[in-house]
Every structure is written in structure tokens, then in C-alpha cells.
Nanobody
Framework: QVQLVESGGGLVQAGGSLRLSCAAS?????????MDWYRQAPGKQRELVAG???????NYADSVKGRFTISRDNAKKTVYLQMNSLKPEDTAVYYC???????????WGQGTQVTVSS
């Protein structure tokens, strides 16, 4: 079993920045493959914002390219999302998502609220 703890959400004005963090822990040794960030705005489906693999590949939603950067520290089992030039349409609950090698389950964080005011 893997637990994910997210932090870094909050209220920010348009044009501002926030940095989200997600730390993974567990009772047994595990190695993480994918570490991603999703978001879900009210009345909308959850969508992938940024993804990363252990090998270093990253991908982004078109709406955040050039503004958001995903990074990870494999030794600390932590993933980050640096969000710059935030827009009101970025307002959502942001979820960390993790896939572990050899484990068919997917793990989700509890979600952290990001609110961007205009």
C-alpha cells in the first residue's frame, strides 16, 4: 500500500505562481514508475495536467504547456508541479497520481485546492 501526501495548494491572483508537492510512502519497499498531476474543476471531468516517468519523460496538457513544469526526486519519492502565470481557468482540485512497478493498483492523493482569482 502506498500513501500520497500533497501540499502547496492555495489562493493566488492571476499571473501568480504556486508549487505543489506530493510525497509517496509505504510500509514496504517500492519503486515508482509514473508520477503525474491531474486536476478536476467543478462540473468537469478529471484531466491529466502533467505526467512523468521514472526514465525522465514528461508530457503536458496543451493548456499548461510553457507555464507548468513537472519534476520529481526519485530518491525522495516526491513529485512537484511548478505552476507559473496562473489563470482563473486553472482553478481546480489537483491530484497526485502514482503507478508503482509490479503493482496493478493506481494510487491517488487526497487532492489540494488551487484557486486563481482574476
Amino acid at each position: 500500500q502506498v500513501q500520497l501526501v500533497e501540499s502547496g495548494g492555495g489562493l493566488v491572483q492571476a499571473g501568480g505562481s504556486l508549487r505543489l508537492s506530493c510525497a509517496a510512502s509505504g510500509t514496504i519497499s517500492f519503486m515508482i514508475n509514473n508520477m503525474d498531476w491531474y486536476r478536476q474543476a467543478p462540473g468537469k471531468q478529471r484531466e491529466l495536467v502533467a505526467g512523468s516517468t521514472r526514465g525522465g519523460s514528461t508530457n503536458y496538457a496543451d493548456s499548461v504547456k510553457g507555464r507548468f513544469t513537472i519534476s520529481r526526486d526519485n530518491a525522495k519519492k516526491t513529485v512537484y508541479l511548478q505552476m507559473n502565470s496562473l489563470k482563473p481557468e486553472d482553478t481546480a482540485v489537483y491530484y497526485c497520481h502514482v503507478v508503482v512497478f509490479g503493482d496493478i493498483r493506481e494510487y491517488w492523493g487526497q487532492g489540494t485546492q488551487v484557486t486563481v482569482s482574476s
